[in-house]
Nanobody, 121 residues
Framework: QVQLVESGGGVVQPGGSLRLSCAAS????????MAWYRQAPGQQRELAALITRGGTTTYADSVKGRFAISRDAARNTVYLQMNSLKPEDTAVYYC???????????????WGQGTQVTVSS
Protein backbone atom coordinates (compact mmCIF):
# COMPACT_ATOMS: atom_id res chain seq x y z
CA GLN A 1 0.00 0.00 0.00
CA VAL A 2 0.87 3.62 -0.46
CA GLN A 3 -0.08 6.59 1.69
CA LEU A 4 -0.60 10.07 0.31
CA VAL A 5 -0.24 12.82 2.90
CA GLU A 6 -1.40 16.31 1.99
CA SER A 7 -0.48 19.56 3.68
CA GLY A 8 -0.66 23.29 3.06
CA GLY A 9 -4.37 24.03 3.16
CA GLY A 10 -5.83 26.91 5.14
CA VAL A 11 -7.72 30.17 4.99
CA VAL A 12 -6.61 32.91 2.62
CA GLN A 13 -8.06 36.18 1.39
CA PRO A 14 -9.15 36.60 -2.23
CA GLY A 15 -6.14 37.30 -4.40
CA GLY A 16 -3.85 35.41 -2.05
CA SER A 17 -1.73 32.32 -2.59
CA LEU A 18 -1.31 28.88 -1.07
CA ARG A 19 0.90 25.92 -1.88
CA LEU A 20 -0.33 22.40 -1.32
CA SER A 21 2.00 19.44 -0.94
CA CYS A 22 1.34 15.73 -1.28
CA ALA A 23 3.98 13.21 -0.26
CA ALA A 24 3.73 9.55 -1.21
CA SER A 25 5.26 6.77 0.84
CA UNK A 26 4.91 3.05 1.39
CA UNK A 27 5.47 0.07 -0.86
CA UNK A 28 7.79 0.57 -3.85
CA UNK A 29 6.20 2.12 -6.91
CA UNK A 30 6.78 4.00 -10.13
CA UNK A 31 4.75 7.14 -10.60
CA UNK A 32 2.44 7.11 -13.61
CA UNK A 33 0.62 10.36 -12.82
CA MET A 34 -0.29 12.49 -9.84
CA ALA A 35 -3.12 14.95 -9.61
CA TRP A 36 -5.08 17.33 -7.45
CA TYR A 37 -8.86 17.10 -7.35
CA ARG A 38 -11.19 19.38 -5.46
CA GLN A 39 -14.69 19.14 -4.11
CA ALA A 40 -16.73 22.15 -3.08
CA PRO A 41 -19.76 21.79 -0.78
CA GLY A 42 -22.66 20.26 -2.67
CA GLN A 43 -20.56 19.77 -5.79
CA GLN A 44 -18.98 16.78 -7.50
CA ARG A 45 -15.27 16.17 -7.15
CA GLU A 46 -13.43 17.63 -10.12
CA LEU A 47 -9.93 17.51 -11.51
CA ALA A 48 -7.95 20.69 -10.86
CA ALA A 49 -4.53 19.73 -12.19
CA LEU A 50 -2.55 16.66 -13.23
CA ILE A 51 1.08 15.90 -14.01
CA THR A 52 2.38 12.77 -15.69
CA ARG A 53 5.65 10.95 -15.09
CA GLY A 54 6.96 12.65 -18.20
CA GLY A 55 6.02 16.08 -16.89
CA THR A 56 2.99 16.76 -19.06
CA THR A 57 0.46 18.90 -17.22
CA THR A 58 -3.29 19.32 -17.54
CA TYR A 59 -5.44 21.97 -15.89
CA ALA A 60 -9.12 22.63 -15.45
CA ASP A 61 -10.16 25.71 -17.42
CA SER A 62 -11.18 27.39 -14.17
CA VAL A 63 -7.62 27.32 -12.78
CA LYS A 64 -5.50 27.82 -15.91
CA GLY A 65 -3.06 30.67 -15.52
CA ARG A 66 -3.50 30.73 -11.74
CA PHE A 67 -2.50 27.26 -10.53
CA ALA A 68 0.70 25.37 -11.25
CA ILE A 69 1.32 21.70 -10.55
CA SER A 70 4.86 20.43 -10.14
CA ARG A 71 6.67 17.42 -8.71
CA ASP A 72 9.84 16.44 -6.95
CA ALA A 73 10.52 12.92 -8.18
CA ALA A 74 13.27 12.30 -5.64
CA ARG A 75 10.87 13.06 -2.79
CA ASN A 76 7.80 11.43 -4.42
CA THR A 77 6.02 14.69 -3.80
CA VAL A 78 3.63 16.74 -5.90
CA TYR A 79 2.84 20.40 -5.30
CA LEU A 80 0.01 22.70 -6.28
CA GLN A 81 0.88 26.39 -6.28
CA MET A 82 -2.36 28.36 -6.20
CA ASN A 83 -2.23 32.08 -6.97
CA SER A 84 -4.90 34.75 -7.41
CA LEU A 85 -7.28 32.66 -5.34
CA LYS A 86 -10.99 33.30 -5.63
CA PRO A 87 -13.85 32.45 -3.26
CA GLU A 88 -14.99 29.86 -5.79
CA ASP A 89 -11.72 27.99 -5.25
CA THR A 90 -12.96 27.11 -1.76
CA ALA A 91 -13.04 23.31 -1.55
CA VAL A 92 -11.45 20.24 -0.06
CA TYR A 93 -8.42 19.46 -2.20
CA TYR A 94 -7.49 15.80 -2.64
CA CYS A 95 -4.25 14.32 -3.88
CA UNK A 96 -4.64 11.41 -6.28
CA UNK A 97 -2.04 9.15 -7.79
CA UNK A 98 -1.65 6.31 -10.26
CA UNK A 99 1.30 4.09 -9.48
CA UNK A 100 2.78 1.00 -11.03
CA UNK A 101 3.46 -1.11 -7.96
CA UNK A 102 6.77 -2.97 -7.86
CA UNK A 103 7.78 -5.62 -8.67
CA UNK A 104 4.60 -6.69 -10.50
CA UNK A 105 3.84 -3.44 -12.32
CA UNK A 106 0.20 -3.59 -11.23
CA UNK A 107 -1.50 -0.23 -11.73
CA UNK A 108 -3.17 1.09 -8.58
CA UNK A 109 -4.91 4.34 -7.74
CA UNK A 110 -4.66 6.08 -4.38
CA TRP A 111 -6.33 9.05 -2.69
CA GLY A 112 -5.16 11.31 0.09
CA GLN A 113 -7.35 12.35 2.99
CA GLY A 114 -7.95 15.87 1.69
CA THR A 115 -7.02 19.33 2.87
CA GLN A 116 -9.40 22.27 3.23
CA VAL A 117 -8.79 25.46 1.28
CA THR A 118 -11.01 28.41 2.17
CA VAL A 119 -10.85 31.68 0.26
CA SER A 120 -12.70 34.38 2.15
CA SER A 121 -12.36 37.98 3.18
Amino acid sequence: QVQLVESGGGVVQPGGSLRLSCAASGDPFIIVAMAWYRQAPGQQRELAALITRGGTTTYADSVKGRFAISRDAARNTVYLQMNSLKPEDTAVYYCNADFNMLPTGTLKNFWGQGTQVTVSS
